[in-house]
């Protein structure tokens, strides 16, 4: 069963405006974090963002914000004032803490958000 | 300071041949994850090291291996190449296992297998 889920292959956003990437999980782990990264044609991820599941506020950073609904099992992503640099693959992914491999992060399979002028 | 950097950048390899993947961590950083990430799809994952000892394994055959050495830099090595092995493959490393401790990824070895 896939653990992340990110429906939206593809998405496209005018420059300035906002966006919002959606991602599903699935765990039994009380215990667990959601990352948010980014990656650009270059090939490297970029960490944007991390959302811890006790974490009773939403985490922000920057542009970024996680829309965390935790009874939703979902931890969407939204970009503010969108940039021609915010083109790239945005990648979901998860770690749970009882796994015995708090190391090993789980990942969707993607959107790509292309951003236009 | 320089982030995590990975050896080659680039590698063609035909299908029996064995590879080896190089990857040096953020300075101070213990751990050393690897991921292959086949074309368009999300990074699976292959190994952990933390201070020189796996720690995790993801579900890859056993021509898959790795290690770490005492600097805390990190070889992948995969025997027996087949086409399905062509793939980006991803080092990572940080300074814990803690939950919340990011990874930070380097750019990555393309493989193609022929």
């Known amino acids: 069963a896939q653990k992340i889920t990110q429906t939206q292959p593809g998405m496209f956003v005018q420059e300035k405006e906002a966006v919002t990437l959606d991602c599903t999980y699935d765990?039994?782990?009380?215990?667990?974090?959601l990352f948010w990264y980014k990656q650009p044609s270059s090939g490297e991820m970029i960490f944007l963002i991390y959302?811890?599941?006790?974490?009773?506020q939403n985490a922000t950073e920057g542009r970024y914000s996680l829309n965390f609904q935790k009874a939703r099992k979902s931890a969407n992503l939204v970009i503010s004032a969108s940039q021609l640099g915010d083109s790239a693959m945005y990648f979901c992914?998860?770690?749970?803490?009882?796994?015995?491999?708090?190391?090993?992060?789980?990942f969707g399979q993607g959107t790509t958000l292309q951003v236009k002028p | 300071d320089a982030g995590v950097t990975q050896s080659p950048t680039h590698l063609i390899k035909t299908r029996g041949q064995h590879v080896t993947l190089r990857c040096s961590p953020i300075?101070?950083?213990?751990?050393v994850s690897w991921y292959q990430q086949v074309l368009g799809q999300g990074p699976q994952f292959i190994f952990q090291?933390?201070?020189?000892?796996?720690?995790g394994r993801g579900n890859f055959p056993d021509r898959f291996s790795a290690r770490q050495f005492p600097n805390y830099s990190s070889e992948l090595n995969v025997n027996a190449l087949l086409l399905g092995d062509s793939a980006l493959y991803l080092c990572?490393?940080?300074?814990?296992?803690?939950?919340?401790?990011?990874?930070?990824f380097g750019s990555g070895t393309q493989l193609s297998v022929l």
């Open positions: 990572a490393s940080s300074l814990s296992r803690q939950l919340n401790e990011k990874l930070f």
């Open positions: 765990t039994s782990d009380p215990s667990y974090g």
């Open positions: 959302q811890g599941s006790y974490d009773q």
């Open positions: 992914a998860m770690r749970e803490h009882g796994s015995g491999n708090t190391g090993k992060l789980i």
């Open positions: 300075s101070g950083h213990k751990s």
């Open positions: 090291y933390y201070e020189k000892e796996e720690r």
